[in-house]
């Protein structure tokens, strides 16, 4: 029989996790609390639990007898992945690892105590005080930045200039949070034009591939919302030894053995990298699909077989030019219509994905989960790519119909 594979979490976004691992051979075996989740139609047995609930969880994988356990593209189910596996005996990083690189808190402290570069910051409960968590503040500079710390993708998160629209931003955190744990910490200047995003993977405790890239934010909201990646990254030499340098120092410090990682760091005016957070999973919005086209592997099921205890054979053979997406997304509530592309950059689409047909309904985008779709581009130089991504609104229109 099929060894078993239990993959926790069943989005658009994870389905293809779920399918890869079919056509590897491994029976699936899903776990998701939504019941319209479309996972289920592709995995061989599904259960409609939560992931984050350690205890189903663990029933699970003991009554289904899986050989791993994957959590991917999860924030949320990571740690639960890890714990469950470490019980039954099946490969994981450690538990105590993956729960310091998912709480905001616990990940600062580990920052400052070890010696990387980590901003101004302190903790507090979403019952607080307003007039407890203003005095704190005047321990930190302005601007600064208020968000849940268990939480990703920049969901929740509020950038204040001063005092005003702290208690709305501590409301909008608490909205986003589950441990009811919220941090304000300082804004880094970024003295790189952009956020660093992208993942990285290990093996055997080394980083075999890095994927670093620039992160392309909304301009029209908060600016702190990615909206899409463009690779090569534009760091210069020195960065990006430093950046590979810190990486592998974090993975070595945590005992980090194997899988995919999301980075968002950014660099300061001193060009010191400084890890905004380090996911214990692949990245969303398809970042391993994009990965995977620029690298010439596949990262998925290199994800997969890692779960399963099994070497990865990553044979990296990059691929010449630039690879960058666009996620597809709405400003208003509505009824989503169509998406038009200019015939400018139709020799550079390679690749769309679209998670809503016509007549759907779709909500303002604030994050990942309201993402419509995801449009995948190549260009030969890096001057192609930046022109098109500073137009990106006008060279891809999404139509959507506003409901008031």
């Not at 319209?36 to 599904?46: E, M």
């Not at 101004?120 to 979403?126: K, L, R």
Request: glycine share 10%; proline share 4%; charged share 25%.
């Amino acid at each position: 029989m099929s060894q078993k594979i239990l993959l926790l979490g069943g989005s658009a976004q994870q389905v293809i996790a779920i399918e890869t691992a079919r056509r590897m051979g491994y029976y699936t075996v899903l776990c998701d609390y939504l019941p319209d989740n479309p996972g289920q139609y592709s995995a061989d047995k599904y259960y409609n639990a939560s992931t984050t609930d350690i205890e189903a969880v663990y029933e699970i994988a003991k009554c289904e007898g899986v050989s791993g356990i994957l959590a991917y593209a999860s924030d949320p189910a990571a740690l639960p992945a890890a714990i469950v596996a470490e019980r039954q005996g099946l490969p994981t990083n450690p538990s105590k690892s993956v729960e310091i690189l998912g709480v905001k808190h616990t990940w600062r402290k580990f920052l400052q105590d070890n010696g990387f570069a980590c901003p101004g910051n302190f903790t507090f409960s979403s019952d607080t005080p307003l007039k407890e968590i203003t005095a704190k503040t005047k321990n930190l500079l302005f601007p600064i930045v208020i968000k849940p710390t268990d939480s990703s993708g920049s969901k929740g998160v509020t950038m204040l200039r001063d005092l005003t629209g702290l208690k709305e931003a501590v409301q909008w955190a608490n909205t986003y949070s589950r441990n009811r744990v919220l941090i304000a910490e300082e804004f880094i200047d970024n003295a790189f034009h952009s956020v660093v995003g992208g993942d990285v993977f290990v093996w055997d405790g080394k980083i075999v591939l890095y994927g670093e890239m620039s992160c392309i934010r909304d301009n029209t909201g908060s600016g702190l919302i990615p909206i899409g990646e463009r690779k090569p990254s534009g760091l210069n030499e020195r960065q990006t030894e430093d950046l590979h340098r810190e990486l592998q120092r974090l993975v070595t410090m945590l005992g980090i053995k194997f899988g995919e990682l999301n980075i968002e760091v950014l660099f300061d005016r001193d060009d010191k990298a400084h890890f905004l957070e380090v996911g214990p999973r692949a990245g969303g919005n398809m970042i391993p699909i994009q990965l995977s086209d620029a690298f010439g592997v596949d990262l998925v099921k290199a994800n997969i077989a890692a779960a399963m205890g099994c070497d990865p054979e990553l044979r990296i053979q990059e691929k010449p030019g630039c690879f960058f997406t666009y996620v597809l997304h709405s400003h208003v509530d509505g009824i989503f219509e169509g998406v038009d592309f200019s015939e400018e950059i139709s020799g550079n689409v390679y690749r769309k994905v679209l998670y809503k047909k016509s007549g759907d309904k779709v909500e303002a985008f604030d994050g990942a989960g309201k993402a419509i779709g995801i449009v995948f581009m190549h260009a030969d130089t890096e001057r192609e790519m930046n022109d098109i991504c500073s137009g990106l609104d006008e060279l891809i229109r999404v139509r959507v119909n506003e409901v008031r």
